[in-house]
């Protein structure tokens, strides 16, 4: 009797045994088809072409040099694994959405929205596809977000191209603080271009100005708005607005004639039809949302929790053309505007 449940026991043993062995020799090969999976994806992520579109509102200094910032730090990063499709739509709404309609059937791998309409567009045609924005003022008033955080909580991050409100006013204080009336002059459909006028009117009737605001609805009647605004202002304010960006020329043959200078909310307007602006550099907004881009494309970080990122720096600038022909002089620590560079663009 000992005998056999001694040989019983041994029996088990030895099947125990080679149960052992078959789980570590499955073990083994489950490890090494893992690796050989990673090593393959590896080397398709190392030769990943990734798709692009960039929808950018409408050409003008501010939005190109953004655009630009973003391709090139794509370019830096994926160099050949990357390729761009830019798109402008011309200042229509419209076109914006078709275009964002027509990276969605395309299944590009990120939209880039550059300006404020652009991305709505792009939040409209798409839930799932990562859209990185730049030039946007705000992204909670853009995109209707109450309780703003710092983060969308959809497939929408970027970066910001808000300078500050309080040191324009500040600014404008500073170079007319005898002035009285103050004039905003944006267009009606640019709801960050509202959200600006608000805030600043604040700041500026904190200095002791009548502010009033004067709108247009698209370029066909900026030259009749500005030419109002003229009439009843000392000084004009024109934010980061696209619209006014387009038709700075415009808005400039108007003012300079009146002479009525204008602080602009950024400098490519400034450019265009401004005296000064505390700006910053839309290159590197551009370059910051390219490299938020690839951290979504290549390492997958969610877009809904990036926080959205702001210009570092702010630079007293002013336009020389425009002081000369208003003969004011600007203070030393203001940047004179290559007016050469604006030119050529």
């Known amino acids: 009797m000992k005998k056999k449940i001694l040989a019983t026991v041994l029996a088990s043993a030895l099947a125990l045994s080679m149960v052992g062995c078959g789980t570590d020799a499955a073990a083994k090969k489950e490890a090494e088809s893992s690796t050989a999976q990673t090593a393959e994806s590896t080397e398709k992520d190392a ?80 839930n799932s596809i990562p859209i990185v924005a730049t030039s946007i003022t705000d992204y909670g008033t853009a995109l209707g977000i109450k309780d703003w955080d710092g983060t969308t909580g959809m497939n929408v991050t970027g970066t910001s191209d808000l300078a500050p409100l309080d040191g324009q006013a500040e600014m404008l204080n500073e170079l007319f603080p005898d002035a009285k009336e103050v004039g905003i002059i944006y ?43 003229c009439g009843a202002s000392d000084v004009l304010y024109v934010p980061t607005d696209n619209v006014a960006a387009s038709c700075a020329e415009t808005i400039n043959n108007v003012a300079l004639t009146a002479g009525v200078p204008i602080i602009a909310g950024e400098e490519g307007i400034c450019k265009g039809c401004g005296l000064a602006t505390l700006s910053i550099s839309y290159y590197d907004i551009g370059y910051s949302a390219g490299l938020m881009a690839y951290e979504i494309l290549v390492n997958g970080k969610d877009p809904a929790t990036y926080e959205i990122e702001y210009a570092p720096e702010f630079t007293k600038e002013y336009n020389p053309v425009i002081a000369e022909e208003l003969g004011i002089t600007l203070p030393d620590d203001y940047k004179a505007i290559d007016m050469e560079e604006n030119a050529e663009e």
């Open 187 to 229: 267009c009606s459909g640019e709801d960050n271009s509202l959200y600006q006028a608000n805030q600043i009117t604040e700041y500026l009737e904190g200095y002791g100005y009548t502010v009033t605001a004067y709108t247009f609805s698209d370029s066909a009647d900026v030259a009749t708005v500005v030419q109002s605004a």
């Open 47 to 126: 030769n990943q072409t990734y798709n692009v579109g960039v929808l950018q509102l409408v050409q003008h200094p501010a939005l190109d040099t953004a655009t630009e910032g973003f391709s090139d730090a794509l370019k830096d990063k994926l160099g050949d694994q990357v390729e761009i499709n830019v798109q402008n739509a011309s200042g229509d709404t419209a076109t914006c959405a078709t275009i964002a309609t027509s990276f969605v059937s395309d299944n590009v791998d990120l939209i880039m929205a550059n300006a404020t309409p652009a991305m709505q567009a792009s939040a409209t045609a798409t």
